[in-house]
């Protein structure tokens, strides 16, 4: 069965899609490309009140997740453990 395009109230892009043996729901390319996805991409999926919606989701890396403040401690301890410091004397 080939997708087909279904209009939305607020102007969206949506398309039909069939349930697979597996559970799996093929996404529209039309929506895949607009939504930039790729594959291995991770989704959440979420039910609520009759309705399924999934929404990408991405992995971070811890040191993503860091403050400002320890973003510098961090860069100071690698500085330190590499031996690229200097004496407060010369710093200016």
């Known amino acids: 069965m080939p997708n ?26 039309k929506i ?13 999926v979420t039910a609520e009140r009759g309705l399924v919606s999934m929404k990408p989701k ?3 890396d811890w040191d993503e997740t860091l403050t400002a403040e320890a ?6 301890l690698t500085q330190a453990k590499e031996r690229k410091t ?3 004397s010369q710093i200016k």
């Open 86 to 88: 200097r004496p407060w």
């Open 4 to 29: 087909r395009n279904v209009p939305t109230p607020g102007g969206g892009i949506a398309a039909l899609s069939r349930i697979g043996q597996r559970r799996q729901v093929v996404i529209p390319k």
């Open 71 to 76: 973003k510098m401690i961090r860069h100071g």
């Open 32 to 44: 895949f490309d607009a939504m930039r996805l790729k594959e291995g991409d991770f989704m959440e």
């Open 58 to 60: 991405r992995l971070v």
